[in-house]
């Protein structure tokens, strides 16, 4: 078992993305070899770029409200407790809604060989 405590984790920028900082609370090397568990704090206007990743994600909404643009245009509004689970090679936006900045866990599953 492994405990990561609210004060630990280390800051990082996400490439394709903007008004944010994330802090990667637990994975490789010193965590899990298979999974990346990080919270990413976005700003009123924050978001992410139209891009992919080769990894699943899964995002869930600790505060805030955000929308998730697919490339087809479908957007899905994401509130508190809502997630929403992207396979890799899906390419997608990301926007704050509103005035109130949003916190999302991301929790990234990285390549299984």
């Not at 008004?19 to 700003?43: C, D, H, Q, T, Y």
């Not at 770029?49 to 995002?59: A, G, P, Q």
């Not at 697919?70 to 997608?92: A, F, Q, S, V, Y």
């Not at 809604?97 to 991301?106: H, Q, S, T």
């Amino acid at each position: 078992m492994k405990v990561v405590r609210a004060n630990e984790g280390n800051v990082y920028e996400a490439p394709n993305h903007f008004n944010m900082w994330g802090v990667r609370k637990f994975g490789p090397p010193e965590g899990a070899k298979n999974i990346n568990v990080s919270i990413s704090e976005f700003l009123p206007d924050g978001g992410a770029t139209m891009c992919s990743s080769d990894k699943e994600r899964i995002y869930y909404v600790l505060r805030g409200s955000i929308t998730v643009e697919e490339e087809n245009g479908t957007k899905h509004i994401l509130n508190e407790g809502d997630l929403i689970h992207i396979l890799p090679g899906e390419n997608r936006s990301m926007a704050v809604n509103g005035l109130v900045a949003a916190r999302v866990m991301v929790i990234m599953l990285m390549n299984i060989k």
